[in-house]
């Protein structure tokens, strides 16, 4: 009888020791994911959430993302590139034009009047990231997603109808594009992250902004100023956005857990990111209506005037491309051609 206890603690602490080998190998794995704007926005919401949620459940629960809005594990938006690099956190979401110039071919798509629709800018997006960026101006991080907002809107505490309306008044520009085509306008650009705005427009820093109607709700804007510009056709710009991975934590992650990561990520997690920004620009629009403010609709004779206006930018934008040993024409080439055949495939 002893003799056959002894061989079941034996056979029992054998049995232990392979759950815990088990354990081990399954390995859990805590990331953090790193972003400017409070939990409640859309971004956080209906997109970074989905998509952690995704991932995990993808993992089987061995994958956790624990989510920091609202700069939470500290920096300043322009450092969240930085912070995925230096492992500061593990995943970042951030407007790329947040570090001007550091990445200069994703600037194609912020030219003005490139995008008319958010879901085919995105895909446009994804395909060149692949094709130029993956492994030169990105080869630091491991990119999951890259997307652009919908139609960039001019929101002002006075009306503007005309480019030389503009004249004269500060606006925060989101990109070195969007910027550029302010000044050349005869405003003054104003560099300031989007949490920022609020406190900007109620003090009088500010007479403006440039942001997508998916944010206004957000960032309070319809109650903080009364006039919003939009225009017809393709979009007065877009801004670009990335969701970065540390590149040596995403190497650490065993093939299944990395699979997990890829097949939530990619060209169609992007197409689903911009375009879900997209469709929330209704509702943020009704709810200004409803405040009362006073939509400006251009139409194509008007947005005419303002693309003829803006095309210096388009010059400007590839010398500075031609300085860095870029190609920008075969990427504008590339970029307009993409972007048209998505157009035509999404919007049917």
Not at 117 to 142: L, P
Not at 172 to 190: D, H, K, Q, Y
Not at 324 to 343: F, M, N, P, R, S
């Amino acid at each position: 009888m002893t003799t056959r206890r002894k061989l079941l603690g034996a056979a029992g602490a054998v049995a232990l020791m392979a759950m815990g080998a088990t354990s081990a190998m399954a390995q859990e794995v805590t990331l953090k994911l790193h972003q400017f704007l409070p939990a409640q926005a859309n971004v956080p919401k209906l997109i970074l959430d989905v998509w952690a949620d995704k991932v995990e459940a993808s993992s089987d629960g061995r994958i956790k993302i624990d989510r920091y809005p609202s700069m939470q594990l500290g920096g300043k938006p322009p450092e969240l590139m930085d912070q995925a690099i230096d492992g500061v956190a593990d995943i970042v979401w951030t407007v790329v034009g947040y570090t001007p110039g550091r990445y200069p071919s994703t600037e194609v798509f912020e030219l003005p009047f490139m995008m008319t629709n958010a879901r085919a800018a995105s895909h446009a997006y994804w395909e060149m990231f692949d094709e130029h960026m993956k492994d030169a101006e990105f080869k630091d991080v491991k990119i999951l997603g890259t997307w652009v907002h919908g139609p960039g809107i001019i929101h002002t505490t006075d009306p503007v109808e005309s480019p030389d309306d503009l004249r004269g008044m500060k606006i925060r520009g989101g990109g070195r594009s969007v910027n550029g085509l302010l000044t050349e306008l005869g405003a003054t650009p104003v560099g300031m992250p989007v949490p920022a705005i609020p406190e900007a427009l109620s003090k009088g820093v500010i007479d403006g902004t440039t942001i997508p109607w998916e944010v206004t709700t957000a960032l309070k804007v319809p109650e903080l100023v009364e006039n919003h510009t939009e225009f017809t056709g393709r979009a007065l710009y877009t801004l670009t956005f990335v969701l970065a991975m540390n590149k040596e934590k995403y190497e650490s992650l065993p093939d299944d857990l990395k699979k997990a990561v890829d097949e939530n990520s990619g060209l169609e997690f992007s197409v689903f990111a911009g375009g879900t920004m997209a469709d929330a620009d209704t509702p943020a629009r009704e709810f200004a209506l409803d405040e009362g403010n006073n939509v400006i609709t251009l139409d194509e004779e008007q947005t005419a005037i303002w693309r003829e206006a803006s095309q210096p930018i388009y010059q400007q934008w590839l010398d500075d491309m031609k300085a860095k040993g870029v190609d920008g024409d075969a990427l504008l080439e590339q970029a307009t051609y993409l972007i048209d055949k998505y157009t035509a495939q999404y919007d049917n």
